[in-house]
């Protein structure tokens, strides 16, 4: 069946730092790929996707290509900042129910 | 503003008294669907919908129903809830299935006693 594993957290860096935070999938098809963000005491806001092979998203600094041969959808940053601090979700879509299915979420804490 | 809207966002009831966690979406969406976040567990999906009167079961539907009367609203009915139902409840809604980006609302964080 569908699923997403991620990096396990918590994930700890100083402002400015470069972030990566591993996820791949297994999926039959060619599911859409998400990156939700969850900030303390809210609910999952969407930071970026990709719907085909190849395809780059991108949103406020962060990048996360979509990579068919290494099934893997990959956030990265350049630098991050104490406000990036929160609960990252990859995801990919089931095509046939819509149901989301989510990695087990990476908590970033960012110091100044 | 275009979102999702959940009441209530804090409840805390006891073992087998009914209650209706409401969820309203104001974009048209024709795909809605409740989710429940749990320590350890990560989020799964209970129920979803992919337009009125067409509802199915996610992967946790056990002690839950829905109903999808109007476009606009999914309420999630715990007829008799138990504590193990104790968990935060998200709404999500999206224009359809698939490669359409889902739109979470607030959560509700319900505590079964």
């Known amino acids: 069946g569908n699923s997403v594993t991620q990096m396990e957290g918590p994930v700890t860096l100083s402002e400015e730092a470069f972030l990566t935070i591993n996820c791949t999938y297994t999926a039959t098809g060619y599911p859409s790929l998400f990156w939700y963000v969850q900030y303390p005491g809210e609910g999952l806001q969407l930071l970026l996707k990709a719907t085909k092979a190849d395809d780059k998203g991108s949103n406020k600094g962060f990048e996360a290509t979509y990579r068919k041969e290494t099934t893997s959808f990959h956030l990265e940053k350049g630098s991050v900042q104490v406000s990036d601090s929160a609960v990252y979700f990859c995801?990919?879509?089931?095509?046939?129910?819509?149901?989301?299915?989510f990695g087990q979420g990476t908590t970033l804490q960012v110091k100044p | 503003e275009a979102q999702v809207t959940q009441n209530p966002r804090y409840l805390i009831t006891v073992t087998g008294k009914k209650l209706t966690v409401t969820c309203s979406q104001n974009m048209n969406h024709e795909y809605m669907s409740w989710y429940r976040q749990d320590p350890g567990l990560g989020l799964r999906q209970i129920y979803y919908?992919?337009?009125?009167?067409?509802?199915d079961k996610g992967d946790v539907p056990e002690g839950y129903k829905v109903s999808r009367k109007e476009k606009r609203n999914f309420p999630l009915i715990l007829e008799s809830p138990s504590p193990n139902q104790t968990s935060l409840y998200f709404c999500a809604s999206s224009l359809g299935q698939g490669r359409e980006t889902q739109y979470f609302g607030p959560g509700t964080r319900l505590l079964v006693l």
């Open positions: 995801a990919l879509s089931d095509r046939y129910t819509g149901k989301l299915i």
């Open positions: 919908s992919m337009n009125v009167e067409v509802t």
